[in-house]
């Protein structure tokens, strides 16, 4: 049987106790984007122009955003309780993590950091030579593309699906447990991932994931 090699973790919502750090930031300026949601869960826009939208409303009240002023308010993004532990615990099973989220690079770099996460990936910001943002977004996790990132990253690390196990929280995150041998729903948001998911986290206690962890065929 195949050994546990690596786990994919979604981020907002899971590794950090905020639902969405794009929201996060939002919240910063008294602002949401509701419109901009709702056109892309109807397909009207992409993933580039949703972000493109969120920059927008970020600039009409700072019109001279830079990435240290982003930096400064997801600071305060707490991260899950027991994540420390959930980490320390893989780490010392020899366990590969990596971060596929939707969410902010610059948050995903910070969690990396903080709980020694070897790799993360998450959708960023073009920025000017003064670090201001242009308005334009880069898309290196599409919402609905998890899976085939997923896929890449197994590929580049030479670990298959049946060594790996993923945790999530919403519906966008069964991608990843369709690229694992086992996927854990984290305080689930939705019908969906519950059924995509081979266990179930309904307590706020990331380490708990390590239980769920246990149940990985041939540990």
């Not at 949703?50 to 930096?71: G, K, Q, T």
């Not at 948001?189 to 706020?204: L, P």
Request: proline share 5%; no cysteine; hydrophobic share 45%.
């Amino acid at each position: 049987m195949s050994v546990l090699r690596l786990v994919a973790f979604d981020m907002d919502g899971t590794l950090v106790d905020v639902s969405s750090s794009f929201a996060a930031v939002h919240e910063h300026f008294g602002e949401r984007n509701p419109d901009g949601l709702r056109r892309f869960l109807a397909n009207e826009i992409d993933d580039a122009e949703f972000i493109r939208s969120d920059i927008a409303i970020w600039r009409r009240h700072a019109p001279d955003l830079a990435v240290e002023d982003l930096e400064r308010i997801l600071e305060g993004v707490p991260l899950m309780p027991g994540a420390r532990r959930l980490f320390d615990g893989l780490r010392a099973r020899g366990v590969r993590t990596v971060i596929v989220s939707g969410g902010i690079d610059l948050l995903a770099r910070r969690v990396a950091r903080e709980l020694g996460i070897d790799l993360a990936l998450a959708n960023g910001f073009r920025v000017a030579p003064d670090g201001r943002l242009t308005g334009e977004g880069i898309i290196r996790v599409p919402i609905h593309g998890k899976e085939k990132v997923l896929a890449a990253l197994q590929e580049q690390l030479g670990i298959g699906p049946p060594e790996t196990a993923s945790v999530g929280n919403s519906e966008i995150d069964v991608g990843l447990f369709r690229r694992s041998r086992l996927g854990v729903a984290f305080l689930p948001e939705d019908a969906a991932v519950r059924r995509g998911a081979n266990a179930i986290v309904t307590e706020r206690d990331l380490s708990k994931v390590l239980d769920a962890l246990a149940r990985f065929p041939g540990n």
